[in-house]
T-cell receptor, first 111, second 116 residues
Framework: QKEVEQDPGPLSVPEGAIVSLNCTYS??????FMWYRQYSRKGPELLMY??SSGNKEDGRFTAQVDKSSKYISLFIRDSQPSDSATYLC???????????WGAGTKLIIKP | NAGVTQTPKFQVLKTGQSMTLQCAQD?????MYWYRQDPGMGLRLIYY???????DKGEVPNGYNVSRLNKREFSLRLESAAPSQTSVYFC???????????????FGPGTRLTVL
């Protein structure tokens, strides 16, 4: 079993829809949670970063952490075709450990 | 300000050949990283360097060597390429002054390597 599980998709939704992307993890000691966005043939770029449980909002994006369920989510409101990309979750135990990555979910926003 | 640059963008090797992937960053970052990305596997850390002159193994270091030439440059060498090393290789950098991974990592565009 992988430490971090992510549905590979593709997830295809119409423009303007609310998108929910999710990751589950097995190690309850993870403390820091990140979402990276990766466009086709590009390197990943950091989108959102949260520590421990709760929500964090940045424009159309909301990151949510539920440590009791070992589940994190990224919500995208008013989705745009430019949001079409692969979304990778990543997490670490504390500041002295390596990032553990999910395999990524491919998102397609149809105009 | 180019960020993180990688060369080459594409490479095809035959089994047993050697090559060096180059990476440079112009953000004055302390830490640099080499990852490989395979379908369904996510990013896996090969090696990282928290400062000039220091390198440490990551999750999948076998078959690779690295050199932190100076603060800007971090190269990855395949001494004897194998088909299992066919992958997309990403270099990244961050401001982290230790092995800490909480600082944002900035990625290069990647090198697509095929080993026949």
């Amino acid at each position: 079993q992988k430490e971090v599980e992510q549905d590979p998709g593709p997830l295809s939704v119409p423009e303007g829809a609310i998108v929910s992307l999710n990751c589950t993890y097995s190690n309850s000691a993870f403390q820091y949670f990140m979402w990276y966005r990766q466009y086709s043939r590009k390197g990943p770029e950091l989108l959102m970063y949260t520590y421990s449980s709760g929500n964090k909002e940045d424009g159309r994006f909301t990151a949510q952490v539920d440590k009791s369920s070992k589940y994190i989510s990224l919500f995208i409101r008013d989705s745009q075709p430019s949001d079409s990309a692969t979304y990778l979750c990543a997490m670490i135990l504390d500041s002295n450990y390596q990032l553990i990555w999910g395999a990524g979910t491919k998102l397609i926003i149809k105009p | 300000n180019a960020g993180v640059t990688q060369t080459p963008k594409f490479q095809v090797l035959k089994t047993g050949q050697s090559m060096t992937l180059q990476c440079a960053q112009d953000m004055n970052h302390n830490s640099m990283y080499w990852y490989r990305q395979d379908p369904g596997m996510g990013l896996r850390l090969i090696y990282y360097s928290a400062s000039e002159g220091t390198t440490d193994k990551g999750e999948v270091p076998n078959g690779y060597n690295v050199s932190r030439l100076n603060k800007r440059e971090f190269s990855l060498r395949l001494e004897s390429a194998a088909p299992s090393q066919t992958s997309v290789y990403f270099c990244a950098s961050s401001e982290a002054v230790s092995a800490s991974s909480t600082d944002t990592q900035y990625f290069g565009p990647g090198t697509r390597l095929t080993v026949l």
